[in-house]
């Protein structure tokens, strides 16, 4: 594994995860 991929997998997957999580309260505020 080269810390370059690691350090693009990641520059890739934390968008992802914060986009998740935003999408995810808005989710709970349209049920709510």
């Known amino acids: 594994m080269k ?3 690691l350090t693009g ?3 890739l997957l934390m968008p ?3 986009l998740a999580g ?3 309260l808005t ?3 349209v049920k709510n």
């Open 22 to 24: 935003e999408y995810d």
């Open 16 to 18: 992802a995860m914060v």
């Open 9 to 11: 997998l990641l520059s």
């Open 27 to 29: 989710v709970d505020r």
């Open 3 to 5: 810390p370059r991929f």
